[in-house]
């Protein structure tokens, strides 16, 4: 018999039960379709980080209090207050770091802001005028903080989009506006362009204020809560880490590295981080996705071995009449990688649909990885084959006169 008269046959089978047929497809459908939208949406998650994380600047290093590996220099216990201006300005003029070409020193706390009957949560963040530089601030409206605000300890502040939204009604002007922190009036000087994001980390949800009015006037500290510093160049990102590292080292009189009282990072070293962290939480639901799989491929070999039973007479006929074992293990291996197949194929089409509604609802972009098709394809193959090659085998092994007396 023709392999084509084998699959025309096979699809005549399947359209006989249809609800039945379906069934058996169903767990198939659904783990394809779990497995690709949760690949998809990990995939989506890692990419939205680095977007965010690269999103803060170029060539970015980030010098923090406390202990943690930098480069060569190696941390271990640190406080939380090692860091001072004295030292940004020592990174920013010291001749023995010659691989950056700016430097913000910062200090952050989260603090209420109102205005009138409103008030919100943010991070108030003191910077200099290199920030914005750094950072890549685009200004919507207004100017950003400059050194006569630092110098003068303004009591000025600039403020994302969602800050605005927080405090102020939809379409008014938030310049020259007045909010409270701390119980002190600051007037805003400027907006910025919406970077996007959410939670804590969420780039339009910020005040920043001059460095000097933060650490004096808001919060009564003299330390920082990191420096940012950027880099000349991607390719001596290890240099500046480097270098650093070794001055602060002697400022604060550590001779040893793994004495360090601070850590330096890059973005690079962040968005691998949450790249493995995000890819381990992906790995993990795909693999509790992946169950229904194997549910589904033992439904599909429950229904095939009810099919034999049913077909006991007819394969008995077919023996009889001299079909091979071979054409009979074909017939059902079709029969079974034909309901994989039309399952993983529905199922695909589900994962990537589920993944678009998600990235339109949510600021993730929408990505299909063609490893994630392939999967589909691959999977639903082998699990024809695997799960059908039992009830196929079965139904070649019967012998004929014993089928034909089955009743």
Do not use: C
């Not at 303004?154 to 800050?163: E, F, H, N, T, W």
């Amino acid at each position: 018999m023709k392999y084509s008269e084998l699959l025309t046959e096979s699809f005549g089978t399947l359209t006989i039960n249809k609800l039945r047929t379906g069934l058996a497809a169903l767990g198939i459908m659904i783990g394809i379709g779990s497995v690709i939208a949760l690949i998809s949406l990990g995939q989506a998650t890692q990419q939205s980080i680095s977007n965010q994380i690269q999103s803060l600047g170029a060539n970015l290093l980030t010098v923090s209090p406390g202990a943690q590996q930098t480069g060569a220099v190696r941390g271990a216990t640190g406080g939380q207050t090692t860091l001072t201006l004295e030292d940004a300005k020592a990174i920013q003029t010291s001749s023995q770091v010659n691989t950056i070409s700016n430097v913000s020193p910062e200090f952050s706390k989260r603090a209420q802001v109102i205005t009138g009957r409103n008030n919100t949560n943010v991070s108030i963040i003191g910077v200099v005028p290199a920030y914005e530089i750094i950072h890549k601030i685009a200004i919507d409206t207004g100017t950003f903080i400059s050194q006569r605000d630092v110098d003068s300890m303004g009591k000025v502040a600039v403020i994302g989009p969602q800050v605005v939204s927080d405090l102020f009604d939809v379409g008014s002007n938030p310049l020259g506006q007045t909010i409270r922190i701390t119980n002190q009036s600051f007037t805003i000087i400027g907006v910025t362009v919406s970077k996007g994001g959410s939670g804590f980390g969420n780039q339009d949800d910020i005040v920043w204020v001059p460095l000097s009015t933060a650490q004096k006037q808001l919060f009564g500290v003299n330390y920082l809560t990191s420096i940012a510093v950027e880099a000349k160049s991607q390719d001596v990102m290890t240099d500046a880490q480097n270098q650093i590292g070794y001055l602060l080292l002697s400022r604060h009189k550590l001779n040893n590295p793994a004495q360090a009282d601070f850590s330096i990072f890059s973005q690079q070293d962040i968005i691998n981080t949450a790249s493995q962290t995000t890819g381990m939480f992906t790995t993990l639901l795909s693999g509790i996705a992946a169950i229904s799989l194997l549910v589904g491929g033992i439904g599909i070999m429950n229904i095939m071995l009810v099919t034999v039973t049913e077909r006991t007479r007819e394969i008995g006929l077919r023996k009889a009449l001299g079909a091979t074992k071979k054409v009979i293990i074909t017939q059902f291996l079709i029969e079974a990688i034909v309901l994989t197949f039309f399952g993983g194929t529905v199922g695909m089409f589900f994962g990537i649909i589920v993944s678009y509604v998600v990235s339109k609802l949510t600021s993730f972009p929408f990505i299909i990885s063609p490893s994630a098709i392939i999967l589909a394809i691959g999977v639903s193959a082998g699990i024809g084959i695997l799960f059908g090659w039992y009830p196929a085998r079965k139904a070649a092994n019967l012998q004929p006169i014993e089928a034909l007396r089955y009743e």
